[in-house]
């Protein structure tokens, strides 16, 4: 949302200056009551945990951040994983039913802010007078219009196209800059007989989000891009058409079997050779073998019009609470203990460490691939969050049916923007 791209940026600027480095699957906010101090009296009754982290070493991770915090003895926490999917649909349920779980994963900005405004979230102001070494850009990220925190970050991560060194070396290719040299990548490769570029739409369509976000905000720039995604710009306009033109001189390079498959297994296609590269949030890695991380590299998503600032994804995860939970304090104590600086590190040690953690003294992985993105976010002129995060959940399902449908029948293109407009209008004024 466009409240609070100013601070995105500086959130970034103040990591950078600490050295935390980039993705680390274990930037999780840890807080040992040392670090982030913040509720501290005993409590009594276990808090739940809903998480969506299901791929083996994030729900691995997180296993282990309960199991610290369990020792801790200010309080019991419980994880119930969830296959991301369904927690993405059910998340609304969660959170209005009568008896809903505590603490959830989730993510910051737009989303947050719509479930606080319907008085779903617990305030945590408390939890943030705690976490003073955080910078101004992610506590405003985390506050809600009513000016309430309702949100502790955990980590941020980037999106670029990844693919294995050892392959482009195999390929005789390197990374391209611009959209030409893209262009001519995507034919080099596909002369050779690879699929180019890789994509997984099969339960997981919101993928192909990240190519409208980026081809969008290419080509006409991050500010109309959160207006559209906010109901002050038309998806039938022909600036968004524009986005489509220049998407449909590529779609004969993607890999027509990854519409069949969700992205863990586009995942697979492109460590297996298959595929030559693929638009992703580096939360892949979760579900790629460890000793495939030092062959990965990723380059930026290619310029299109020099005169548009450059922005990037950088989407913000972590957690919120229910208004409704019957153990506050409880809650409260658990979300300072992920907001500090053991628990970050230890979950970027159990996962794949390629997140940047969100508190400012925690430290990232020490790989060439974590510093060159956070360089690549560092640079930018502006960063968003992600389709949904700088919309709302509601959004995402109109964008999901546009979008896949494009893929497929890209001819209908003026169709398809009329529909998706008609849909969003009813998400706006719902």
Request: hydrophobic share 40%.
């Amino acid at each position: 949302m466009s409240d609070f791209d100013p601070g995105r940026r500086r959130f970034l600027g103040h990591l950078g200056l600490l050295g935390v480095g980039a993705l680390g699957a274990g930037s999780f906010l840890s807080a040992c009551a040392s670090s982030a101090s913040g509720p501290s009296d005993k409590t009594s009754g276990a808090v739940t945990i809903q998480s969506n982290l299901s791929s083996p070493q994030a729900k691995t991770a997180m296993e282990q951040l309960v199991a610290d915090f369990n020792k801790q003895g200010k309080g019991t926490a419980t994880l119930n994983t969830i296959a991301s999917e369904t927690f993405r649909t059910q998340l609304p349920t969660y959170l209005t039913s009568a008896n809903p779980p505590d603490v959830y994963t989730w993510y910051a900005g737009s989303v947050a802010n719509d479930y606080a405004s319907k008085g779903l979230l617990l305030d945590l102001s408390d939890v943030w007078q705690g976490l003073g070494d955080y910078p101004q850009s992610l506590r405003t990220l985390s506050t809600d219009t009513a000016g309430k925190q309702v949100f502790v970050p955990m980590n941020n991560y980037w999106w670029g196209f990844f693919y294995r060194k050892s392959n482009f070396a195999k390929w005789g290719v390197q990374e391209p800059k611009t959209w030409t040299e893209f262009v001519a990548l995507c034919q080099t490769l596909q002369g050779k007989g690879i699929p180019p570029i890789g994509i997984g739409l099969g339960d997981t369509p919101w993928v192909a989000s990240a190519w409208f976000d980026y081809l969008n905000i290419r080509i006409n720039g991050a500010p109309f891009h959160r207006g559209l995604l906010a109901g002050k710009q038309r998806f039938d306009d022909p600036k968004v058409k524009a986005v489509f033109t220049k998407w449909a001189e590529v779609l004969p390079y993607f890999d027509p079997k990854g519409k069949a498959y969700p992205f863990q297994e586009a995942t697979t296609a492109l460590l297996a050779g298959k595929t030559g590269m693929f638009l992703i949030g580096t939360f892949f890695a979760d579900a790629a073998p460890k000793d495939a991380l030092g062959d990965l590299d990723f380059f930026r998503f290619p310029i299109i019009d020099p005169a548009v600032p450059v922005a990037e994804e950088a989407p913000t995860d972590g957690f919120f609470a229910s208004a409704k939970t019957a153990n506050p304090a409880g809650t409260k104590a658990l979300l300072s203990y992920f907001a500090g600086v053991e628990a970050q590190e230890a979950y970027i040690k159990s996962s794949s460490g390629i997140i940047l953690p969100a508190n400012p003294k925690a430290k990232a992985a020490d790989s060439a691939l974590v510093a060159k993105g956070k360089a690549m976010l560092d640079d930018a002129k502006e960063l968003t969050q992600f389709f949904n995060r700088d919309s709302s959940d509601a959004l995402q399902p109109t964008a999901d049916t546009a979008l896949t449908k494009f893929i497929d029948k890209p001819d209908q293109v003026d169709a398809i923007l009329r529909e998706w407009q008609t849909s969003a209008e009813k998400v706006f004024k719902g």
